[in-house]
């Protein structure tokens, strides 16, 4: 178990230029979480996919976002003509079984940085 | 729509003195499950605590207990013998239903400072 792993950890962008982040989850959970996170509030959610399926989208995320879990394993998160208000943690979590992960919660990882100049 | 309130911003506490973290939540269901979380400097969440709506008994781990008063939908952390390494920000959040598929919401958080 290496845990939930995020790249790159932090991400320099110009404004107007698409970003993409990469979140490769605890190998045997089949959830997969997605937020946001600005300085010194607490984590937004943005959306999750079971398996390979995107079951919840928040309204946070607008027509600019897109993210994807093409084969039920790592995720990726996109940011297209990207603006300064983005600019944020983006953090990624999984989660198993309730059975074996409810009480938990999920696992985080260590987020994205976002920075648009 | 279910929601979590933390209403300390910041709080000081003396090395060695036990802290109280407020949360208050609002839910119309009747099964959930109640987090708290730790974040430090280093960004990281920390998963510290966990409290079920239909757990009888208030939940413990180690220097971490939780304060769960249904009636008053309050779930507050409690950190007895508080250590420099507790300075940190303290995340409160649900989950509801009680189900791991269903996304977890978060408070704002409280900033937890310890003095030596």
């Known amino acids: 178990d290496t845990g939930v792993s995020q790249d790159p950890r932090h991400k320099i962008t110009k404004r107007g230029q698409n970003v993409t982040f990469r979140c490769d989850p605890i190998?045997?959970?089949?959830?997969l979480y997605w937020y946001r996170q600005t300085l010194g509030q607490g984590p937004e959610f943005l959306t999750y996919?079971?398996?390979?399926?995107?079951?919840?989208k928040s309204r946070l995320l607008s027509d600019r976002f897109s993210a994807e879990r093409p084969k039920g394993s790592f995720s990726t998160l996109e940011i297209q003509r990207t603006e300064q208000g983005d600019s944020a943690m983006y953090l990624c979590a999984s989660s198993g079984r309730a059975v074996e992960s409810g009480e938990r919660g999920a696992f985080f990882g260590q987020g994205t940085r976002l920075t648009v100049v | 729509a279910q929601k979590i309130t933390q209403t300390q911003p910041g709080m000081f506490v003396q090395e060695k003195e036990a802290v109280t973290l407020d949360c208050t939540y609002d839910?119309?269901?009747?099964?959930?499950?109640l987090f708290w979380y730790k974040q430090p400097s280093s960004g990281e969440m920390i998963f510290l605590i966990y409290?079920?709506?239909?757990?009888?008994q208030n939940a413990t781990e180690g220097r971490y207990s939780l304060n769960f008063q249904k009636a008053r939908k309050s779930a507050n952390l409690v950190i007895s013998a508080s250590q420099l390494g507790d300075s940190a920000m303290y995340f409160c959040a649900m989950r509801e239903p009680y189900s791991s598929a269903s996304k977890i919401i978060f408070g704002s958080g409280t900033r937890l400072s310890i003095r030596p």
């Open positions: 996919f079971q398996n390979e399926a995107q079951l919840e």
């Open positions: 190998s045997e959970h089949n959830r």
């Open positions: 839910t119309s269901d009747q099964s959930y499950g």
């Open positions: 409290q079920g709506s239909y757990d009888e």
